[in-house]
């Protein structure tokens, strides 16, 4: 198949340095066929020029102009589907299935945009006419929102799509009249490519300017620096660890002039489980154990903590769910460094002597992460604040406290996070209403009798949480309303 390895600088292929890599196919445990260059500092700046460049026509463009862009955006995706599909399984291990939903998650993601861009809900337009009667006399003014400038997204490691090239951090910026730099993520350079073409396509048909839309290739930290330290870009989009949120954080406020990174980082997802005689123990474990082996466990909103209190009936729930997990298979993990960071992660917290295991079923293919349960008692996990951090992968610790008092104590003591769910809340319960008032404080989107994972791209969800889990609470990564992320508002005053 046809992949050359380039850089996409607006519509041109580049390829300017010698440093390559290759995508590494999990399944067949050995790397894909294809060469991929690295960005040099020569081929960033010519990025970042034509970006500037593209900034001044496309910010200008008619909004409902930009929506044709991204409808034709989705019909080059639609004619290059079946080798973006084939190209994303051999780069990430992820089934058909998802990699089929995945695709139609990512045009539903352009299709709302374009939709709010036709129907004129973006830009919104507060006007206040003039009043020469009153003393001061009043000017005219009309507050609307336009775009900061040219934004660098940062692929995402466990979604190849949706939250990488044409993911939604990107389409949002294009939305607000963005251009976009995408630094694609080296475990799926291929598919990146791909739909890097698609964007490339939709652009040259629909008459956007040259640059609107860049894709770098890099396999280590140089190339996303380098964007982010450059004084032409103006805000940065990225899905993925604590440690490099943070790192990119620091970059961009240390910069002469700072942006804005809106990360959406690291979660344990919290579930607050109370049942009692009458729950449905068997369904609630069910859906649980989905939620936490699903993909093995590579989503942001996987619950990798459970708060139960001491009872007979959380004993029954606890027995129930490790007998789900007991049944799971392990599965492929996106890549073989994933794979040994999640294995090195439970080897970790098996030296805590406190902490009970209970594995899934375990087969000899390599790449492949075995589901593992675990159990602690509430008053040692307190002691180890390191328990709190997120293992990426199919993994979920359940803490049993003694009283409502100590899960609520141990609950505050948490960090932000994406998401909390409550099992058989109480709403006459005082105690259950502080810990859902707590709840707010720190996450973006609480849960009733239901799981984390499965995030509605509506107008009404919000993917977000306190720190470290986003690096605001107060915007969206999901849903069309991230558009608020790469735009800002602006004044005319007495303008005709």
């Known amino acids: 198949m046809k992949i050359s390895g380039a850089n996409f600088i607006g519509s041109t292929l580049s390829i300017k340095g010698s440093s390559s890599f290759k995508t590494f196919n999990p399944v067949l445990n050995q790397e894909n066929e294809w060469d991929f260059f690295q960005a040099t500092k020569e081929e960033v700046d010519e990025?970042?020029?034509?970006?500037?460049?593209?900034?001044?026509a496309f910010s200008r463009i008619d909004p409902k102009k930009r929506a044709i862009f991204l409808n034709e955006i989705i019909h080059q995706l639609e004619l290059?589907?079946?080798?973006?599909?084939?190209?994303?399984?051999?780069?990430?291990?992820?089934?058909?299935?998802?990699?089929?939903?995945?695709?139609?998650?990512?045009?539903?993601?352009?299709?709302?945009?374009?939709?709010?861009?036709?129907e004129g809900k973006w830009p919104s337009v507060n006007y206040e006419p003039a009043d020469i009667s009153r003393i001061p006399i009043k000017q005219s003014l009309r507050k609307t929102q336009i775009g900061i400038g040219p934004v660098v997204v940062f692929g995402a490691s466990n979604f190849p799509l949706a939250y990488s090239t044409i993911g939604g951090d990107s389409v949002a910026a294009l939305a607000a009249g963005c251009p976009v730099i995408v630094k694609s993520h080296p475990m799926h350079a291929g598919t990146g490519e791909l739909v890097s073409k698609a964007v490339v396509n939709a652009a040259s048909i629909s008459a956007m300017p040259d640059g609107v839309f860049s894709n770098l290739n890099a396999i280590d930290f140089q190339v996303g620096q380098q964007l982010v330290e450059h004084e032409g870009?103006?805000?940065?989009?990225?899905?993925?660890?604590?440690?490099?949120?943070?790192?990119?954080?620091?970059r961009a406020f240390s910069r002469k002039n700072p942006i804005p990174v809106f990360a959406e980082m690291g979660s344990v997802n919290p579930l607050l489980v109370f049942p009692?005689?009458?729950?449905?123990?068997?369904?609630?474990?069910?859906?649980?154990?989905?939620?936490?082996?699903?993909?093995?466990?590579?989503?942001?909103?996987?619950?990798?903590?459970?708060?139960?209190?001491?009872?007979?009936?959380?004993?029954?729930?606890?027995?129930?769910?490790?007998?789900?997990?007991?049944?799971?298979?392990?599965?492929?993990?996106?890549?073989?460094?994933?794979?040994?960071n999640y294995n090195l992660r439970i080897e970790e917290l098996k030296k805590f002597e406190e902490i009970?295991?209970?594995?899934?079923?375990?087969?000899?293919?390599?790449?492949?992460?075995?589901p593992?349960?675990?159990?602690?008692?509430?008053?040692?996990?307190?002691?180890?604040?390191?328990?709190?951090?997120?293992?990426?992968?199919?993994?979920?610790?359940?803490?049993?406290?003694?009283?409502?008092?100590?899960?609520?104590?141990?609950?505050?003591?948490?960090?932000?996070?994406?998401?909390?769910?409550?099992?058989g809340i109480n709403d006459n319960d005082l105690a259950?209403?502080?810990l859902v008032f707590l709840a707010t404080q720190k996450a973006g989107r609480i849960i009733f009798d239901e799981v984390p994972t499965g995030v509605e791209i509506s107008s009404a969800m919000h993917h977000s949480g306190a720190f470290p889990a986003s690096s605001d609470i107060r915007f969206t990564a999901v849903g069309v309303n991230s558009i608020d992320r790469f735009s800002r508002p602006i004044v005319y005053q007495n303008k005709q």
């Open 432 to 434: 259950h209403e502080k």
């Open 233 to 250: 870009i103006a805000a940065v989009g990225f899905t993925g660890s604590i440690k490099g949120g943070v790192a990119l954080m620091k």
């Open 356 to 370: 009970e295991f209970h594995e899934g079923i375990i087969n000899e293919l390599p790449n492949t992460a075995r």
């Open 80 to 118: 290059s589907k079946a080798l973006i599909l084939e190209v994303y399984q051999l780069e990430s291990a992820l089934p058909l299935s998802r990699a089929l939903a995945e695709f139609q998650r990512t045009v539903q993601q352009l299709s709302n945009f374009s939709a709010i861009l036709t």
């Open 276 to 340: 009692k005689i009458d729950s449905d123990l068997s369904l609630w474990a069910s859906k649980i154990a989905v939620s936490i082996t699903n993909n093995s466990g590579q989503f942001c909103t996987k619950p990798g903590l459970i708060f139960c209190l001491k009872s007979p009936t959380s004993e029954d729930f606890f027995s129930t769910l490790k007998q789900q997990i007991s049944s799971v298979n392990s599965a492929y993990m996106v890549s073989p460094i994933i794979c040994s």
């Open 47 to 56: 990025a970042v020029c034509k970006a500037q460049t593209a900034f001044f």
């Open 372 to 423: 593992v349960l675990a159990r602690i008692d509430g008053k040692e996990f307190v002691k180890h604040p390191a328990l709190q951090q997120e293992v990426f992968g199919p993994f979920s610790l359940v803490v049993f406290f003694d009283s409502m008092d100590d899960l609520v104590n141990a609950y505050s003591a948490l960090e932000g996070q994406l998401t909390t769910s409550f099992f």
